[in-house]
């Protein structure tokens, strides 16, 4: 008998959720593929809850009462980057206090987080496989000609190094050629990063970790 997971993603924009939904999706069916006890089916759903004016505790609290009523919700994928913070005082600071707000609260909210924090943000990610970026790019310029050859745990703003390296790679083009930009590579990136490339990194890593969490939490594993 196959066991069917509701999971809610929630991220900091639309933008974040156009590159992290494959990739969540992606590693939840992973692991329950390598390691749960028994077989699951991963339902991915998109949470639509504003966050305007609302702290980081009270759009969690909020999304995971959304996700409930709408779907079922049964663990909820909550995306913020660490930014200038190390991964645990991301944890420390915005997931401990939104969880324990949660633990308070009835049958009506899901009570089970998955964080996803990126070090230092989403695009470091993206930066996971070069080769990827740079063929979406279309460039054959070398990492050190793209300024791009560095851990990208390290970049302290990775999305303004990969804008850069698209501006070095269409530098050679007519301009009105000049049309790429990264909004138009977050979705097919997501898509397309192996696994195996986001392993390079540790907070992806951390990721892993968080899924077994709750696979663990939900008596899969």
Not at 23 to 46: G, H, N, P, S, Y
Not at 98 to 127: F, H, N
């Amino acid at each position: 008998m196959i066991a069917q997971i509701f999971i809610g993603l929630a991220t900091e924009g639309p933008t974040d959720i156009r590159f992290f939904e494959s990739i969540v999706r992606r590693t939840f069916q992973d692991i329950a593929l390598k390691e749960c006890r028994t077989d699951v089916d991963i339902d991915i759903q998109r949470l639509k809850t504003k966050k305007t004016g609302l702290s980081f505790s009270e759009y969690v609290i909020q999304a995971s009462c959304d996700g409930v009523k709408e779907f079922g919700m049964m663990a909820l994928a909550i995306h913020t980057d660490a930014d200038r913070e190390t991964y645990d005082d991301r944890k420390r600071y915005n997931i401990y206090p939104a969880q324990s707000e949660l633990d308070r609260k009835g049958d009506d909210y899901c009570k089970i987080l998955t964080p996803v924090i990126p070090v230092r943000m989403m695009e470091a990610w993206m930066l996971a496989d070069k080769d990827l970026l740079k063929a979406e790019i279309g460039t054959r310029k070398s990492d050190n000609d793209l300024g791009i050859d560095r851990d990208p745990e390290v970049i302290a703003d990775p999305k303004s190094v990969i804008e850069e390296a698209i501006r070095v790679a269409q530098s050679d083009l007519p301009r009105r050629r000049q049309r790429l930009t990264i909004s138009d590579l977050y979705e097919i990136i997501g898509d397309k990063i192996s696994i195996d490339k986001l392993l390079l990194l540790n907070s992806y890593r951390r990721f892993q970790e968080e899924v077994r969490s709750t696979y663990r939490a939900l008596n899969y594993m």
